[in-house]
């Protein structure tokens, strides 16, 4: 079974293990097609539209899925890795270990923007940025210029404690749960993550950075400690809702898996904290 | 927003835009925008050496803005119009700004001189 880790409690052959497996995606091609589906769903989920990764109450489920194949991926290179999290209310400084040089490599130079040391700096060799909305190659980050600081704890804790999942009109401008989390309301819990690290995660092609991975992790674990507060609560709409995945419709792009089916986070992984 | 005002403008050094480069000030265009209920008015300034222009488009069939086109360099950022009249463009896509001019803005402090890739039609 899939264990889901700190980030800040790996070992470095568990960091060793997680960094080989997503060059050698990268290498083999599979990894870039993940970044193209993201920008795919930034540039068409709408708020008066179809909606289904973003600014919708599929938010959720949509990014679990899309994590799960992510992690699936990896796990065929080296089945003994897991996806780990990445808690911003804790590690929440540009010099915490997570952005160290054996891990994901730290901030960018302020000529550029570009990332310098690590596996994934563009003079490592591994790392081109293909799949991108600008001319630049080079994996760019800005940790902190974009946003001074990561959410706290206890603004975590005030969007946790939020009771109803998600509320009409089910996009950017809803109250719940769903879009404070996501961060287009209220303190910015997800949304504000991308914006503190810059660079190619303040874009539509947002996961051209590992830790992209890392972030929507914990986003994840986010919500699986949301249903255990709220073990009454559910996944709202339940149904005949235009635009917006309904608990029982299916999700695009799989088309084989709904709301329903990813709500028990049990089934496919359990986090060190389980 | 990035580190760097808007006024401390990055001018010629790092303007290359394609094979140009244009030596131009900062932005010269009043900026006296107003976001109506309707689309918002058009504009076209010089804003760090780059040309941003934004205008109502005619029915395109993927302007998530609501009819409305935005263009950096005359290559097509694509922005979007959130529920609450707010603004995001896909390279500052997690950071809605008051309109489009402030997407385009923004968009040119993140290219840093780089030139925006059309995004894919269809």
Known sequence: MTVRKNQASL???????FVAAVLQLKRSGRYDAFVTTHNGFI????????????????????????????????QAVDAS????????????????SLWAPDFLGGSGRSRDGQVMDGPFAASAGGWAVNVRVDGRGYL?????????ELPTRAEVESVL??????????????????????????????????????GQMATGVSPNDP?????????????????RRHPGSAYLPGGGTPDVVDLHETMK???????????????HYTFDTD | MPELSRRRALTAAAAVTGAALVAVPAARADDHQHDSH??????????????????????????????YGVYVDGVELHVMRNADGTWISVVSHYDPVPTPRAAARAAVDELQGARLVPFPVG
């Open chain 1, 81 to 96: 890795v897991a996806l780990p999290y990445w808690d911003w209310s804790t590690d929440r400084s540009p010099r915490s």
């Open chain 2, 38 to 67: 309707g689309s918002p008015d058009s504009f076209d300034e010089v804003y760090k050496g780059r040309r941003i222009q934004g205008r109502p488009t005619e029915g395109g069939g993927h302007h998530h803005g609501g009819g």
């Open chain 1, 43 to 74: 540039l068409g989920d709408t708020d008066n539209g179809e909606r289904t990764g973003h600014r919708s109450p599929s938010f959720l489920p949509w990014h679990r899925r899309f994590l799960l194949e992510f992690e699936r991926a990896l």
């Open chain 1, 253 to 267: 792009p799989w088309n084989d898996t709904t709301p329903a089916d990813l709500l028990d986070h049990t089934a």
């Open chain 1, 211 to 227: 830790v992209f991975w890392l972030h929507h992790a914990y986003i994840d674990k986010l919500w699986a400690q949301w249903q």
């Open chain 1, 140 to 148: 760019r980050r800005a940790l902190g210029a974009g946003v001074r």
């Open chain 1, 161 to 198: 404690s939020m009771a109803t999942y998600d509320m009409a009109p089910w996009n950017s401008g809803s109250d719940g749960f769903r879009n404070h989390l996501e961060g287009w309301r209220g303190v910015n819990l997800h949304n504000r993550v991308h914006v503190w690290v810059g």
């Open chain 1, 11 to 17: 070992t470095s052959d568990e960091k060793r293990r």
